[in-house]
């Protein structure tokens, strides 16, 4: 089936870097787009960046711009989100999911999140 | 990009009809039809409930529906049920290629 598997928990001090993978399996990598949202505790859902699986193009939230790096290896069908400078506020569930063949589409599958935890 | 605005709870009894609004601006919910509504139960990741406004995903719920009207889209969840319980999100893209979530509504099922 389709299905978006994540990478596990993690636990970084602040200033650490954390990187989050997802890996697709069940459809066509490249055919459609990965978006990335996260969650804080209590929180609501916050968009932070999109992937073209097949071309590579991208687009960041402006919040993330250079702090954010979202890639992709089409050989395994796996996108990866990678954060730097982290800090407490940045204590979340990451969610990878699947769009469809454009950018504004809707998302209709999501990964199982992934808790990073940001605590010294 | 500001977070779309929706109100943080409504409530229903069952049977009853409610309606979620979203509201944005012209560089989003009005400049697109591309705005869709999400739910998402404690603990679990959201499920996609409406797309481009007004579609519904296969093997979603007929009571639920989804329209727009200049920068404000809506969702209304018809014949309530205790299932409908959770927190609904709306969504939508912007005139600068990102996504924009609405800070989310706590549904609540008297």
């Known amino acids: 089936q389709v299905q978006l598997v994540q990478s596990g928990a993690e636990v970084k001090k602040p200033g650490a870097s954390v990187k989050v993978s997802c890996k697709a399996s069940g459809y066509t990598f490249t055919g459609y787009y990965i978006q990335w949202v996260r969650q804080a505790p209590g929180q609501g859902l916050e968009w932070m960046a999109w992937i073209s699986p097949n071309s590579g193009g991208l687009n960041y939230e402006q919040k993330f711009q250079g702090r954010v790096t979202v890639t992709r290896d089409t050989s395994i069908s796996t996108a990866y989100m990678e954060m730097s400078s982290l800090t407490s506020d940045d204590t979340a569930i990451y969610y990878c999911a699947r769009g469809g063949i454009s950018s504004w589409d809707a998302i ?8 990073v935890t940001v605590s010294s | 990009q500001s977070a779309l605005t929706q109100p943080a709870s409504v ?3 069952p049977g009853q009809s409610i309606t979620i609004y979203c509201t944005g601006t012209s560089s989003d919910i009005g400049g697109y039809k591309y705005v869709s509504w999400y739910q998402q139960h404690p603990g679990k990741a959201p499920k996609v ?3 481009d406004v007004s ?3 296969s093997g979603v719920s007929n009571r639920f529906s989804g329209s727009k009207s200049g920068n404000t889209a809506s ?3 018809s014949g309530l049920q205790a299932e409908d319980e959770g927190d609904y999100y709306c969504s939508s893209y912007t ?3 990102t996504v924009v979530f609405g800070g989310g509504t706590k549904l609540t099922v008297l």
Do not use: A, E, V
């Open chain 2, 75 to 77: 969702l209304t969840i």
């Open chain 2, 95 to 97: 005139t600068i290629s």
């Open chain 2, 49 to 51: 409930m409406i797309y």
């Open chain 2, 11 to 13: 409530s229903g009894s």
């Open chain 2, 55 to 57: 579609n519904r995903p």
């Open chain 1, 108 to 115: 209709d599958i999501w990964g199982q999140g992934t808790m």
